[in-house]
């Protein structure tokens, strides 16, 4: 994992950039504890 951030209120979160040269990526969260884990695809 390379960050973490939370959502307190509305739908949008922003964290630190990455450099992603060379590197494949994506965003994963859930809505909460026991919450089912949902990913971006791979870019």
Do not use: H, K
């Amino acid at each position: 994992m390379l960050g973490f951030t939370t959502i307190t209120s509305g739908n949008d979160a922003y964290t630190t950039q990455w450099n992603d040269a060379g590197l494949v990526m994506r965003a994963c969260g859930t809505n909460g504890p026991g919450g089912a884990i949902e990913c971006t695809g791979w870019f």
